[in-house]
């Protein structure tokens, strides 16, 4: 069980529920999509931030 109210978050009732219910709504997709940021760079014009296309 995670502490919310501790530190780093110091978040009240309405925050903690918010937190809960997104996360109850994400696919497993997504929640491992929070774990990982890659940094990538390209010259092709045709690859934006937030495309797949190249890896």
């Given at each position: ?41 390209s010259k092709d014009e045709n ?9």
């Amino acid at each position: 069980m995670i502490d919310y109210t501790g530190n780093p978050f110091y978040l009240d009732e309405e925050g903690i529920n918010w937190v809960e219910n997104t996360y109850r709504s994400m696919s497993v997709e997504e929640r491992l999509g929070q774990l990982f940021c890659p940094i990538v760079f390209s010259k092709d014009e045709n690859v934006t931030p937030f495309s797949s296309k190249g890896f």
